[in-house]
Structures are given as structure tokens and as C-alpha cells.
């Protein structure tokens, strides 16, 4: 049997509502080791840049409150600073313990930072954690400010830092898209509505259209997630401000900008309406639903075009990633579309509670941040990541083999929709009789019209029959549409 572990030593501490048991070696206080007993739902992690984006604003305020803090407390500025840099540098992150879904708008997640930071600078100074008296995670870390403007603040950094991240990723995929456009722009297949026949259409011409969703996707999630650049810091409890001064509500966004490389961060023209409302978070999250909607399509689209390899379109060919199934030998299944498509799913859920999550703020704050919070992250990094295996995993190892090809050709050779060319030539109702014999005696529309020598006289020739039921010209006639 495995050695048990020893059990951890444990401390008391106490507070106004009586005394807690914490481990000894824990950085966070009672506060949170009470958020801890009160919110045991998900047994999900806090998102390393949330806990980073905490730290810079609890930097920033430090840093915009140094002469208040060196005169009330001296000394303990350097060091609450020093330990904000220490969690900014990924320590300590393991005493972020709060659930990310809790109730109290965000109140257990701000003095889980507080405790810890107040905590490490402690340490530093050659004391003993939680000697409050000397730094206090209230008055000293929490000094100018409140849980309604620190959360939503980390928040917006948070996201438009993984915002960022996600819209490179996104880049990338749209070259992967649009290489793919280039390298099959030659080979013509048959376009598909109602998943029935359609009219031609070049490989490249759909590739490429995908490509351009992308790009609109990109500028969408880009122009939205501008607005998380209006931060309240400073507002205080309501945005009115109250206990901080106005030298610090104007030096604490110069600091965080510095602090964070966000040169665009401004207060919000109105700290109460900053405060209370939540709409930049749903606009961002509408526009990484739709985003994630535009994905799942291209996904399925990739599916039923590599569908097969026997009985299916077989149009494409999606690299091999892993056996498909255990029961099937030599199954192969197109698990990295699958995987957009659960993405996305997940994503239009999590927009919807992002949504209900906006409209449940009642007055002058929106507690349901924790949630709202939570849901947008985890789609921002679940479509990042998604994104990056789509594109390295699948998009840009798509191939055409010569069995693809034959097939694509096949099918454009015998589809009795390619009679829709003649229509200008010879209307509706004979080009409509023309297919319906193809399709009945599995004949192309090129041989029923070289075996009428009237509609040869009419379609002046085999040349220009040709040149009408030529597939690549079908494909070509709206590449330069009229201004």
C-alpha cells in the first residue's frame, strides 16, 4: 500500500464571525479558507491570467497609493509590490484556492488576493503570515479600493490579454485557410445546396471563403473587445469613488498601463455606469459565439467533403490521427472537426450564460460576475487552444489524393445539374428535360446535346457546347462582380 502522507499542521485564526482552522503553510487567510467551506461547486481552478491580471491591479494600487501606505504603514509598500511582481511571475498561484463560481460578486476572489499578497509580504519582512497588524490584507493591500472595481478590472485585462492571444491564433488560421485556397484553387468539384447537386464551383473558391469568415470573425472579436480597455478602478464600492482620493483614481491607471503593457486602458467616462454594467463582457461573448457558430460550420463542411474514404463524398482527405474505433478495424474519424464542433457547443452555452449572467445585475452592481467571468474566459481558452490544433492538426495537412481527384472529377462529369449552363441558350424547360435524361440514362449533358443536331446548330457547335459546359468558366463568372 502507498505511504500515507502526513497530515498537514494546521493554525487557528478568527475573525468577527469566530475562528477557522487553516493549514500552517497556507498564504491565504481566513477570508478565503471560509470561501473555501462555502463554495466546494465546480473543483475548477482560477485561469492563471486572471490570477495575474489580480496582481497587477493590487500592484497598481500600491503603486498609486505609496505615500499613503509608506506614512500609515512604513516600510510595507516595497514589499507589497515585490509580492504582486512574485504572483505577476506565476508564484504563488497554488494559493489562489477560491472557486471561480461564488456567490458575493467576486468578494471571496479579492481577499484571497489580498490575504496572499499581504502574506508573502510578511514572509519577506521576517514575519509571521497574517501578523495584520503590521499589514493588513483590508487596509493595506485592499487600500483605495473594493471587490466591484478590482474583479471587474482584472477581468477586462485578463480577457483582452487572452483576447489577444486568441486573435494571433486566429491569424494563423486564416493563412492555413488561405494557403489551402491557393493550392487547390485549380481543381473544380460540384458546389452542393440542400446537400443536393449544385451548380461548379472551385475547391479554392470554398477554402477561400472560409478564409474570409475568419477574417470578418477576426475584426468582429477585435472591434468588441475594445471596450474592455474602460476600466473602473477607482469607483469604489458603486463608482462614486468613496475612500479614495482623487490624486489616486488619476495616478492608478497611469501605473496599471505601465504595469500591464496596456497603453489603451482608460477609466470609463462614467465610473457608476462602469461599475454597474456588464455589457462589454456579452458583446465580447456574442462575438465569440458567432465565431465558434462560423467554425463549427467549416467543420462539418470538412466532414461530409472527407466523408467516406468508400461510401461517402471523398472529396478530401484529412490526415489520420488516431484509430477511430474499437470494435471497426482500419476506422478512421475526423475527430479534430468533431472537436470544433464540441467547442463550439460548449461556447453557444456558455454565451448564454454569460447573457443571463448580464441581465441578473440588479442596481448599481452585477453580482453574478463570478459566473459571467468564468464562462468568458473559459470560452476565450477553449477556442483559442481549439483553434490552434484545428489549424496545425487538420486544415493544413488536408490532401487531395489521386482517388479524391478522380472522384471530384466523376462527379462533375456526370451531375445533370452542369445543364443548368445551357438555360440562357435554350430556357429553362429544355435545359430541365436535358437533365432529367442524364440523370435517368446516366448520360452527361455534353452527349444528349451532341446527339440532337438541332440543339448543335443552336449552341452553335461542339466547340462552343464545350465552351458552355465547361466547369472551370462555370466558376469563373462571378470572380469580378460589377462595382
Known amino acids: 500500500m502507498p505511504a500515507k502522507r502526513p497530515p498537514r499542521a ?11 482552522n487553516i493549514p500552517a503553510d497556507a498564504y491565504y487567510g481566513i477570508s478565503t479558507a471560509r470561501a473555501l467551506d462555502n463554495f466546494p461547486i465546480t473543483n475548477y481552478q482560477l485561469h492563471p491570467q486572471l ?6 491591479v493590487k500592484k497598481s494600487a500600491a503603486q498609486a497609493n505609496e505615500r499613503e501606505l509608506e506614512k500609515n504603514a512604513p516600510g510595507v509598500y516595497k514589499h507589497i509590490v515585490n509580492a504582486c511582481d512574485a504572483i505577476i511571475d506565476g508564484y504563488y498561484h497554488e494559493h489562489f484556492v477560491v472557486d471561480p463560481i461564488q456567490g458575493g460578486a467576486g468578494t471571496s476572489l479579492n481577499m484571497n488576493a489580498n490575504e496572499v499578497i499581504a502574506n508573502i509580504a510578511l514572509v519577506a519582512m521576517g514575519k509571521d503570515k497574517h501578523c495584520h497588524d503590521i499589514i493588513h490584507p483590508n487596509d493595506h493591500v485592499n487600500m483605495s479600493q473594493s471587490t466591484n472595481d478590482v474583479i471587474p478590472t482584472a477581468a477586462r485585462i485578463c480577457i483582452r490579454k487572452l483576447l489577444d492571444e486568441l486573435l494571433t491564433t486566429m491569424g494563423e488560421m486564416s493563412k492555413v485557410f488561405g494557403a489551402k485556397a491557393l493550392e487547390f484553387d485549380t481543381v473544380v468539384k460540384m458546389g452542393r445546396t440542400h446537400l443536393q447537386d449544385a451548380v461548379p464551383i472551385r475547391l479554392g473558391q470554398e477554402f477561400d471563403a472560409y478564409r474570409r469568415v475568419i477574417e470578418r470573425d477576426i475584426a468582429r472579436i477585435s472591434n468588441t473587445g475594445n471596450y474592455l480597455y474602460e476600466v473602473n478602478l477607482g469607483a469604489t464600492a458603486i463608482g462614486t469613488a468613496l475612500n479614495a482620493n482623487p490624486r489616486y483614481i488619476r495616478e492608478v491607471i497611469y501605473c496599471l498601463r505601465n504595469i500591464t503593457h496596456m497603453s489603451d486602458l482608460r477609466h470609463a467616462e462614467s465610473l457608476v455606469d462602469g461599475t454597474q454594467n456588464t455589457d462589454c463582457f456579452t458583446e465580447v461573448s456574442g462575438a465569440l459565439k458567432i465565431c465558434a457558430v462560423n ?28 484509430s477511430g474505433s474499437s470494435i471497426m478495424p482500419e476506422k478512421v474519424n475526423p475527430i479534430i472537426p468533431e472537436l470544433i464542433n464540441q467547442v463550439a457547443f460548449q461556447v453557444i452555452g456558455n454565451d448564454l450564460t454569460v447573457s443571463l449572467a ?8 452585477n453580482v453574478m460576475q463570478p459566473v459571467l467571468i468564468y464562462n468568458l474566459i473559459q470560452s476565450v481558452g477553449m477556442m483559442n487552444n481549439a483553434f490552434r490544433v484545428f489549424a496545425e492538426r487538420c486544415v493544413s495537412r488536408i490532401t ?14 456526370k451531375s445533370p445539374i452542369i ?9 429553362y424547360e429544355r435545359a430541365g428535360a436535358i437533365a432529367r435524361i442524364a440523370l435517368s440514362e446516366g448520360v452527361t449533358a455534353f452527349e444528349i446535346c451532341m446527339a440532337d443536331e438541332s440543339l448543335v446548330n443552336r449552341l452553335g457547335g461542339e466547340e462552343s457546347i464545350r465552351r458552355i459546359l465547361d466547369a472551370d468558366g462555370m466558376t469563373r463568372m462571378g470572380e469580378n462582380p460589377p462595382a
Request: include cysteine; glycine fraction near 8%.
Open 51 to 56: 490570477i495575474k491580471s489580480l496582481a497587477m
Open 400 to 413: 487531395l489524393s489521386e482517388r479524391n481527384l478522380a472522384r471530384i472529377a466523376a462527379y462533375v462529369e
Open 295 to 322: 467554425l463549427s460550420k467549416i467543420a462539418n463542411d470538412l466532414r461530409l467533403m472527407a466523408s467516406g474514404p468508400q461510401c461517402g463524398f471523398g472529396e478530401i482527405t484529412l490526415e489520420k490521427l488516431q
Open 10 to 20: 494546521i493554525i487557528t485564526l478568527n475573525d468577527s464571525l469566530g475562528a477557522m
Open 419 to 427: 445543364a443548368t449552363a445551357l438555360t440562357p441558350y435554350i430556357g
Open 358 to 365: 448580464s441581465e441578473a445585475g440588479q442596481l448599481d452592481l
